[in-house]
């Protein structure tokens, strides 16, 4: 392919990208392929001899559209937004066109600085405070800054290794103790998260080999300052060493808010780092009325929320940011002589290579900078707040129809809730088995993934199975919502009456 036919397969595509999302909303927004079904379709072994461009493209329509699930559909309400925006395409694009492995500044000094000025940009929108700048207002280097991760996983890996550094040289200066005696004591060391963290946080603790305890939520489904200060007195006495602790700005299941303050009250104490997980909510933190929700992320030593969620910017774009980058880079950098640094001035020389797991990256900061300026902070804010509104549009009209009941405060765009026990036996609600209410709204879940107008999950709160709608797609209006709230209440008579026949 010359540039001839790539300027024209090129804007072939661009119309076809194009019109899948003028039509998104007409798909049905899961894939209802058996598994193995690409594997029947397509040649055991790559062609020897090149294809056609048409053929390929043939088998996108044929072939490989069967078996997507439309994340972009103003339909998909199941687990949290993965947004996707034209000019996050954009600059995913240049990215593409660029190709570089920014590891260091001299690999390309704009891939760098421009993550470094943007990382500032983005910590400046929701809020953070200056800590967290690696320019200072002086244009200095801070001590703080920011980093794009592929995702919320890999920051909390970095953030647990930059905790166990920290950590281990606190113990070495105190103690002066030999990297023998340190290595020793590694099988001790035990991160805190609740029952309602991020399954990525048991993932990087099992990475980087040490040990959990996982602290159980109150009746509000948040970790706090008791359970925290129990847990940490417990493995205390059992002769394990405290290092990490994540507090959550919004879980999985419920967004969930920890108490923050109370969390950094007893890091500060114990000498832990402090992570906070904000993958789905931070974005939230762009609209100054959420910020008071989120008191406490001040005192934290590292957090992190994915721009990729809900916030315009395709995958792969998770925004961690620490206070105090010293730490983090003594933990992960390694020295190669083909490895050059920059010498003198390093305010914006950054060696981001030390600051995540892998060595090689992309030039991801684009995307996010074409987002930020072709939608403005107030375009964001628009975004956020649109849905917000409908979540809440949804809670109240669930409410009014009588039949269910809202399993947590909606504060966000997610809306849980389940067929309450009256609305199965009206007569009888407080002797309806447990199992049959669960039983009702696992049906409920089958019945609108099966129906396929809409695209939602179930997921259980407290032992009791539930419903999830998280409303949040980029191309998402009140009428997909309206939609959403039509299959439910219709599928919930026939789900219903179903039981009772």
């Not at 933190?285 to 934290?300: D, K, Y």
């Not at 992960?332 to 001035?345: F, M, T």
């Not at 919502?481 to 039509?486: N, S």
Request: hydrophobic fraction near 40%; charge should be negative.
């Amino acid at each position: 392919m010359d540039t001839s036919e790539f300027r024209k397969r090129g804007k072939e595509v661009i119309d076809a990208i194009a019109d899948y999302y003028e039509n998104l909303d007409q798909m049905p927004p899961m894939s209802t392929v058996k598994p193995g079904y690409l594997y029947k379709l397509m040649p055991h072994q790559a062609p020897e001899a090149p294809e056609a461009f048409e053929k390929i493209q043939k088998d996108i329509h044929d072939n490989i559209m069967p078996g997507m699930t439309h994340w972009q559909s103003g339909n998909f309400f199941g687990w949290f937004p993965s947004n996707s925006s034209f000019p996050a395409m954009i600059g995913d694009m240049y990215s593409t066109m660029f190709d570089v492995v920014g590891f260091n500044w001299i690999c390309s000094p704009a891939v760098t600085e421009l993550e470094t000025v943007v990382m500032d940009w983005l910590a400046k929108l929701i809020g953070l405070d200056k800590r967290f700048l690696a320019i200072k207002e002086d244009g200095t280097e801070g001590e703080g800054g920011g980093v794009i991760q592929g995702s919320a996983s890999e920051a909390h890996i970095v953030a647990m290794i930059a905790g166990r550094e920290m950590v281990l040289e606190r113990i070495r200066s105190q103690k002066n103790a030999s990297q023998g005696d340190l290595d020793a004591m590694r099988h001790r060391f035990v991160a805190y998260f609740s029952d309602q963290t991020h399954s990525s946080g048991q993932k990087a603790a099992n990475i980087i080999g040490c040990k959990t305890h996982i602290v159980p939520s109150d009746d509000d489904f948040r970790l706090t300052k008791d359970a925290l200060v129990a847990a940490i007195s417990e493995d205390k006495s059992a002769g394990l060493i405290p290092f990490f602790v994540c507090g959550t700005f919004g879980t999985t299941n419920t967004t969930a808010i920890d108490d923050l303050v109370g969390v950094a009250e007893v890091a500060a104490a114990e000498h832990l780092w402090y992570h906070i997980d904000a993958a789905y909510a931070g974005a939230a933190l762009t609209c100054p009325e959420f910020r008071p929700l989120a008191s406490g992320i001040e005192r934290a030593d590292s957090f992190n929320f994915n721009a990729h969620k809900w916030m315009l910017t395709n995958f792969d774009c998770s925004a961690l940011w620490v206070a105090d980058s010293t730490q983090l880079v003594n933990a992960l950098s390694i020295h190669r002589e083909y490895l050059p640094r920059v010498k003198g001035d390093t305010s914006f020389v950054k060696d981001y290579r030390d600051w995540q797991a892998p060595l090689g990256r992309r030039f991801r900061s684009l995307k996010l900078w074409f987002v930020m300026r072709m939608y403005g902070a107030a375009g964001i804010r628009a975004h956020i707040r649109s849905h917000v509104t409908q979540a809440k549009w949804l809670e109240e009209k669930l409410i009014e129809d009588g039949r269910f009941e809202i399993m947590a405060p909606v504060i966000f765009g997610l809306v849980v809730f389940r067929v309450r026990p009256s609305a199965i036996h009206a007569a009888h609600e407080n002797t309806v088995d447990p199992d049959t209410v669960n039983k009702i709204n696992t049906d409920l879940v089958k019945a609108i993934q099966t129906d396929n107008r809409v695209f939602l999950v179930g997921t259980k709160v407290k032992g009791n199975d539930v419903v999830r709608a998280a409303i949040g797609s980029s191309i998402g209006t009140q009428k997909n919502v309206d939609l959403l709230l039509q299959v439910i209440l219709e599928l919930t008579t026939k789900v219903i009456a179903s039981e009772q026949n």
